[in-house]
């Protein structure tokens, strides 16, 4: 990196040239990383159940942490003296922390939405906070992550596009507030963030004022919200084209293969989402053969790995019928391993999507995985 560069910037490298879809690098204080890239997330500065070596061993490049949660628990005070989030849980490479906007209108009850902000019940303790765009910011800058997000207003789905006008128009208003309370962009990158609900010219609108403010990357919220897949991709296709070419651009809460396979091939440099180590802890695995649900009777004595394709440490180590004796005795081992194989899965996913952008052949990669992995079940748009 070279000082004619921002902390954080994209360098384009190919586009395929049967999709549009991007190869990249995102270059930041603290590493680089190729794009397309899913981000394993780390909620409370850990990524459930893994170490951040064992992540490393996967070539995680970067990880995504909550700053709502981090708020919360322990407080961000305490990080910044600890040296910094990267220091605190010991991880070298990039930094990503949310807004914590999601998280605090999800309270739903306990939360009440104004122009100041959002007024919220903490979940741990029932102490009463505001999130404001300047608070967010405020705490992301101590938290000291590479890529810090503006406070958004998440338009839920379905929202009227009374509602999702008015939602987007506020984001907006919030980014103007979050832009002049960023105390350290020469360290941090702010990315902007996109709304509009499920609605064609909300999203062109919401694209077009937040790419007004001149930011390192840009992201898409308020998709994967619950709305049918084909929406979500009508909306990448509204929204993507209009967003600058030499900037990342992030699909924010994705992390299902067939998400992420057409996420990129619109034109998505970034993803993050629970998924794999969520449905690990519930003894679910992905495998190149879809879902295996490993709890199952049907895995007892079945020793064979989770995935006779797969080469990650669990699959090269320990059968199904292990790891089935692991989470039905309740040891907390299988749980991790289901977790280590689900992000293995998914890092290794977007491995081949980039060596498939590369040599120009991703709609044929696309229909050999979905092939097998949904059994021709998906429909795609």
């Given at each position: 990196m070279t000082s004619d560069h921002p902390p954080v910037w994209y360098e384009a490298l190919h586009v395929c040239r049967q999709t549009g879809a991007r190869l990249g690098t995102v270059h930041t204080p603290h590493g680089s990383f190729p794009t397309p890239a899913f981000m394993p997330v780390g909620t409370q500065a850990t990524v459930k159940g893994m170490s951040p070596e064992e992540l490393l061993s996967m070539d995680a490049g970067v990880i995504l942490a909550n700053t709502y949660h981090l708020w919360m628990r322990p407080g961000p005070d305490i990080v910044r003296d600890a040296g910094g989030l990267h220091r605190f849980m010991n991880w070298p490479r990039t930094l990503l922390t949310d807004s914590g906007g999601f998280q605090v209108f999800s309270l739903s009850d306990l939360r009440r939405i104004s122009e100041?902000?959002?007024?919220?019940?903490?979940?741990?303790?029932?102490?009463?906070h505001v999130l404001t765009p300047e608070k967010s910011i405020e705490?992301?800058?101590?938290l000291g992550?590479?890529?810090?997000?503006?406070?958004?207003e998440c338009t839920p789905w379905p929202a009227e596009p009374e509602y999702a006008q008015r939602s987007l128009e506020r984001t907006t208003r919030w980014l103007e507030r979050c832009i002049k309370a960023h105390q350290h962009p020469d360290r941090q990158a702010l990315f902007g963030i996109?709304?509009?609900?499920?609605?064609?010219?909300l999203r062109r609108q919401?694209?077009?004022?937040?790419?007004?403010?001149?930011?390192?990357?840009?992201?898409?919220?308020?998709?994967?919200?619950?709305?049918?897949?084909?929406?979500m991709y009508e909306m990448l296709e509204e929204t993507l084209p209009l967003l600058p070419a030499d900037k990342p651009r992030y699909l924010m809460g994705v992390g299902t293969p067939d998400y992420l396979i057409e996420g990129a091939?619109?034109?998505?440099?970034?993803?993050?989402?629970?998924?794999?180590?969520?449905?690990?802890?519930?003894?679910?695995?992905?495998?190149?053969?879809?879902?295996l649900i490993v709890r199952d009777a049907g895995c007892a004595r079945d020793f064979r790995p989770l995935d006779e394709t797969c080469d990650c440490y669990v699959c090269r180590n320990y059968s199904r019928a292990y790891i089935r004796h692991l989470i039905k005795a309740g040891e907390m081992f299988g749980l991790r391993l289901t977790s280590w194989h689900n992000l293995h899965f998914l890092l290794n996913l977007m491995?081949?999507?980039?060596?498939?952008?590369?040599?120009?052949r991703l709609l044929d990669f696309r229909e050999n995985f979905y092939g097998k992995f949904y059994l021709g079940r998906v429909q795609r748009q």
């Open positions: 100041e902000g959002v007024g919220f019940k903490s979940h741990v303790d029932g102490s009463r705490v992301q800058n101590d992550a590479d890529i810090i997000m503006a406070f958004d996109i709304q509009g609900g499920t609605h064609a010219e919401s694209a077009r004022e937040i790419t007004s403010f001149d930011l390192p990357g840009y992201a898409l919220g308020g998709l994967s919200v619950g709305e049918p897949a084909h929406l091939l619109r034109g998505v440099d970034m993803f993050d989402c629970v998924l794999p180590t969520r449905i690990g802890r519930n003894g679910t695995v992905l495998t190149s053969q879809g879902r491995r081949q999507i980039r060596q498939a952008i590369a040599s120009d």
